[in-house]
């Protein structure tokens, strides 16, 4: 039998750096027509989102639930250039790692009768989820065992690699705050 590990210690596992070599120059953001930069009024830090708060929630089930550990390639990874190869490190290294802690997570808050009106998610590609209209995420986590295409995205997101997106520009130039701005929109 596999090395057991807590799923708070799967989770912890550091992935492993990914060697970048930005384009020079690297281009604006994708759009979409249906969102822009205006439409990103008001940015606020979301202080509850902090691994305190999610340890007082869901400790019992991060320390007592157990998988098998899964360390990640001891190969390095390719330097990325653009979002696409960002996006297959993601599907390669990520994905299914991300998929067995739902399960694992959601299957041991089952069993204890603890779901509390929670619904069971799974992740992969944004088209696994409903779309919207043209726009079609990077990402998604829609309910798990529905049909592909048919659960609304819980959280839809798009990839952007370091130097396309990054919470410094928040506050930086005022092309870097319309960029950060753009990608926001976008999800």
């Given at each position: 039998?596999?090395?057991?590990?807590?799923?708070?210690?799967?989770?912890?596992?550091?992935?492993?750096?990914?060697?970048?070599?930005?384009?020079?120059?690297?281009?604006?953001?994708?759009?979409?027509?249906?969102?822009?930069?205006?439409?990103?009024?008001?940015?606020?830090?979301?202080?509850?989102?902090?691994?305190?708060?999610?340890?007082?929630?869901?400790?019992?089930?991060?320390?007592?639930?157990?998988?098998?550990?899964?360390?990640?390639?001891?190969?390095?990874p390719n330097a990325i250039n653009s979002e696409n190869p960002l996006r297959h490190r993601i599907t390669e290294m990520i994905s299914t790692r991300l998929r067995r802690a739902l399960r694992t997570g959601f299957a041991s808050l089952s069993a204890v009768k603890q779901m509390n009106g929670l619904t069971i998610l799974s992740f992969d590609v944004g088209e696994a989820?409903?779309?919207?209209?043209?726009?079609?995420?990077?990402?998604?986590?829609?309910?798990?065992?529905?049909?592909?295409?048919?659960?609304?995205?819980?959280?839809?997101?798009?990839?952007?690699?370091?130097?396309?997106?990054?919470?410094?520009?928040?506050?930086?130039?005022?092309?870097?705050?319309?960029?950060?701005?753009?990608?926001?929109?976008?999800?």
């Amino acid at each position: 039998m596999a090395n057991q590990v807590s799923l708070l210690t799967y989770l912890q596992v550091a992935l492993p750096a990914i060697p970048a070599n930005p384009p020079q120059p690297s281009g604006p953001n994708t759009t979409n027509d249906s969102y822009s930069f205006q439409d990103i009024h008001n940015l606020t830090i979301w202080e509850e989102f902090n691994l305190a708060n999610i340890l007082q929630t869901y400790q019992t089930v991060l320390t007592t639930s157990s998988l098998a550990a899964d360390p990640f390639p001891t190969s390095p990874p390719n330097a990325i250039n653009s979002e696409n190869p960002l996006r297959h490190r993601i599907t390669e290294m990520i994905s299914t790692r991300l998929r067995r802690a739902l399960r694992t997570g959601f299957a041991s808050l089952s069993a204890v009768k603890q779901m509390n009106g929670l619904t069971i998610l799974s992740f992969d590609v944004g088209e696994a989820a409903r779309t919207i209209g043209t726009y079609t995420p990077d990402i998604a986590y829609f309910t798990a065992g529905s049909q592909p295409g048919t659960s609304w995205n819980r959280a839809p997101g798009d990839v952007k690699p370091s130097w396309k997106w990054d919470t410094a520009m928040s506050s930086g130039t005022n092309y870097q705050r319309k960029e950060y701005r753009q990608a926001l929109s976008q999800s």
